[in-house]
């Protein structure tokens, strides 16, 4: 089993920022790709940003050019940089891990909130 732990989320104003952090249980190395994805009240969870083990990165048309997804390969943690935060933001943020043989796991998941 791999386990993720995902800090950062909270409250804050429409134009802010927040960084979001995941933990991973191993090296990073070790996974195809990890990324974030997102769960509003009433609907279904979608993808925000991926990222390869190799760096290729992908985000969903909605934060490109606003949020960055990075990571430290030394500490096993991959980060979501959110600028411009938008009310539409507003959702449960997980961290998303995928391994060889098409496993996949995922963190218990962090609030964030933009005001208007």
């Known amino acids: 089993q791999v386990q993720l732990v995902e800090s950062g989320g909270g409250l804050v104003q429409a134009g802010g920022s927040l960084r979001l952090s995941c933990a991973a249980s191993?090296?990073?190395?070790?996974?195809?790709?990890m990324g974030w994805y997102r769960q509003a009240p009433g609907k279904q969870r979608e993808l925000v940003a991926t990222?390869?083990?190799?760096?290729?990165?992908n985000y969903a048309d909605s934060v490109k050019g606003r949020f960055t997804i990075s990571r430290d390969n030394a500490k096993n943690t991959v980060f979501l940089q959110m600028n411009s935060l938008k009310p539409e933001d507003t959702a449960v943020y997980y961290c998303n891990a995928r391994r060889s043989g098409n496993l996949n796991y995922w963190g218990q998941g962090t609030q964030v909130t933009v005001s208007s």
């Open positions: 990222m390869t083990s190799g760096g290729s990165t």
């Open positions: 191993l090296s990073i190395f070790s996974l195809n790709a």
